[in-house]
């Protein structure tokens, strides 16, 4: 008996040991995951991950006498054109002209649970009438996310959107 607990004591500290931890870099990455157009509206999926668990806004953060429009927002999507086969940028942004409607977005805060506060997931973008007109066909969005820290990810584009008439 004491040899089969042995081995059984054994057989789980092997499997455990081979559980791997998941560790990303403290500043977030992400990636298009899904991109879908369907009438006036934009769908996108982007998958993160953040090795210290702190992407995302808690309700109410950085808004009243807290408010900072470099803060407010944490999901960035920058418009562009294609004019004579360059892409141009589209400026639309809140924190210049506060007139402007941008396609800046804010994902809520989910605290990562356990030892590991790594955080790994994918966020959903709906945009209703996204299009701008401007007498352009073509257009794309350059896309990255901020962490809490202001860790800013890298920048991922979407692909060529051609306008809904």
Same mark, same amino acid.
């Given at each position: 008996m004491n040899n089969r607990f042995f081995f059984f004591i054994l057989l789980v500290t092997g499997l455990v040991s081979c559980l791997k931890r998941e560790s990303y870099p403290d500043t977030p990455a992400i990636g298009m995951r899904a991109q879908e &157009? &369907? *009438? !006036?509206?934009? @769908?996108?999926? &982007?998958?993160?991950?953040? *090795? +210290?668990?702190?992407?995302?806004?808690?309700?109410?953060?950085?808004?009243?006498?807290n408010y900072d429009c470099r803060k407010?927002?944490? &999901?960035?999507?920058? @418009?562009?054109?294609l004019d004579n086969g360059v892409w141009?940028?589209?400026?639309? +942004?809140?924190?210049? !002209?506060?007139?402007?409607?941008?396609?800046? @977005?804010r994902a809520p805060y989910a605290e990562p649970t356990g030892q590991n506060k790594t955080q790994k997931g994918f966020v959903e973008?709906?945009? *209703?009438?996204?299009a701008i007109n401007t007498g352009r066909d073509t257009c794309r969005f350059e896309i990255f996310i901020v962490d809490r820290a202001q860790n800013k990810s890298n920048i991922i584009y979407s692909k060529t959107l051609v306008k809904p008439d």
């Open positions: &157009i &369907i *009438g !006036d509206s934009a @769908y996108f999926a &982007i998958d993160f991950t953040d *090795g +210290d668990g702190d992407f995302g806004l808690n309700e109410g953060e950085f808004e009243g006498e407010y927002y944490n &999901i960035f999507m920058k @418009y562009y054109e141009e940028l589209y400026e639309l +942004d809140p924190c210049v !002209d506060p007139d402007y409607v941008p396609y800046y @977005y973008v709906e945009i *209703g009438n996204w």
